[in-house]
């Protein structure tokens, strides 16, 4: 199974703003890059995310990340699930987890699916990472710093993990697109 952690962030690294704030997304000129998404969700068969995500999302007026595709939501909230599941019953699965992202992964790939998005947030990729079991990350650098805010990979103790540079591109007007996969092929020491 194949899971990418694909988002924007600032230069700084920050994928939100103090208090959550979204706000510089606003700085993301996407002309020219309308199909990049579509693209990239067409490609994905499964979504990861954490509480956090979907309760932003829902403040924003949104039910969920994506729908159509099966959704396993890291949270201890029962009534958040019982809300994302309302929100298309008939058409987008969602599943309730708790614990270690790992195990989550595992059961997604159980499950079948070949291509995971996580979603958000910053909690979840660095659980992810820590676990090793990002093999993608596609970023939006967005041309702006927050100074405060969660990070792209939001864990207190990341190892080292080796990426290559798969694309590095101006994406629209101002912004950068980078793309970076999973290097496991060589040992870490000896940087």
């Known amino acids: 199974?194949?899971?990418?952690?694909?988002?924007?962030?600032?230069?700084?690294?920050?994928?939100?703003g103090a208090g959550?704030?979204?706000?510089?997304?606003?700085?993301?000129?996407?002309?020219?890059?309308?199909?990049?998404?579509?693209?990239?969700?067409?490609?994905?068969?499964?979504?990861?995310?954490?509480?956090?995500?979907?309760?932003?999302?829902?403040?924003?007026?949104?039910?969920?990340?994506?729908?159509?595709?099966?959704?396993?939501?890291?949270?201890?909230?029962?009534?958040?699930?019982?809300?994302?599941?309302?929100?298309?019953p008939d058409g987008t699965p969602v599943t309730r987890a708790e614990g270690d992202v790992a195990a989550v992964l595992d059961d997604i790939a159980a499950a079948g699916h070949e291509r995971v998005w996580i979603a958000g947030g910053g909690n979840v990729a660095g659980q992810a990472l820590a676990a090793d079991r990002i093999d993608e990350v596609v970023l939006t650098v967005a041309p702006t710093v927050l100074g405060a805010g969660p990070s792209v990979f939001d864990h207190p103790a990341l190892e080292l993990r080796r990426f290559a540079l798969a694309e590095c591109r101006e994406y629209g007007r101002g912004s950068v697109r980078v793309r970076w996969r999973r290097d496991r092929s060589r040992p870490l020491s000896g940087l």
Do not use: N
């Open 1 to 16: 199974m194949h899971v990418v952690w694909y988002t924007a962030l600032s230069i700084d690294g920050r994928i939100a």
């Open 20 to 88: 959550d704030d979204m706000a510089f997304l606003d700085m993301v000129d996407g002309s020219g890059e309308e199909r990049d998404f579509e693209d990239f969700i067409a490609g994905v068969d499964a979504l990861l995310l954490g509480g956090g995500t979907l309760r932003w999302l829902h403040a924003q007026g949104h039910d969920l990340p994506h729908r159509g595709i099966p959704v396993w939501l890291l949270s201890h909230d029962e009534a958040l699930a019982a809300r994302a599941a309302a929100a298309d």
